[in-house]
């Protein structure tokens, strides 16, 4: 089943990405924007039995490899969940 | 002393880094290849700069997982010295050798100039032939270089003396101007709790010889060279 997987920087940690490009929003007129983040979606398949075992493995997959604890959060969404 | 200068796919400065060992300074290395597991005996590891695997996903991310980085990641554990530069200080990081993380210059920029750093613990295997409060001139060429770790892990570093280098003006002085990537705490290396793994932005191994710039990156690894 498909999963959607979000990476983003964590909270207190510095986004350098996300600054600019809310100054870039800033700086178009669009005056109202903040707590801008720029992070990582990506998508996948799993060969799972069930959402529940679906939501485990993509959870390994997650502190294993696709975010770094250190300074990202992840969260994802399980299809026909 | 025997150094092993690990070649990753995307590796650049690894010709640069064995050159610096072998011919300038004297000492006896050799080229270890990603996909093999033994580290040749050596006694000190080098991860070089680079691209490893493209930097996909994040720098240092895909060559953790590398068949020698599970060589590497025991051979630390039992007490090896290993340093690594640019890439190899994103790789020790993402291999949880070494705390914290290093992501985009705050300029989104890539950066390639001399900048300088103040050496702030010389009680180290990689420091002992400076004085704290030494300042070198070293080359840093980096877009990921901004070194970013939790406020509260931050303080516990600097009490333990983990951070080993700080970006500084040429006088040593430090200043929000002399930090060209900026990294919390201007800082430019850092070793890990046992002191026995360290990871900096700047390249010692392009400051080797006078023609090439300046000579003060012989220091770092005449530190390493001398335990031996």
Redesign the interface.
Known sequence: MQVKVFITPRKGILDPQGRVVEQSLKTLGFGDVSGVKVGKYIVLEVAAKNAVAAREETTRMCQRLLANPNIEDFSFEVEGE | MKWGVVRFPGSLDDNDALYALAEVMGQEAAMLWHKDTSLGGAECILLPGGFSYGDY??TG?IAR?SPIMQSVEKFAADGGLVIGTCNGFQIL??AHLL???L??????SFICERIHVRVENARTPFTRAMRQGDVLALPIKHGEG?Y????AELRDMEERGQVILRYCDAGGGETDAANPN?S?RAIAGVANERFNVFGLMPHPEHAVEAMLGGIDGRKIFESIAARA
Do not use: H, Q, Y
């Not at chain 2, 992501?103 to 989104?108: A, D, F, K, V």
């Not at chain 2, 970013?148 to 406020?151: D, K, L, N, R, S």
């Open positions: 996903l994040r991310a997982f990081c993402e705390p914290g993380a992501t985009r210059n705050r300029t989104l901004l970013v770790a939790p406020e900026g919390m």
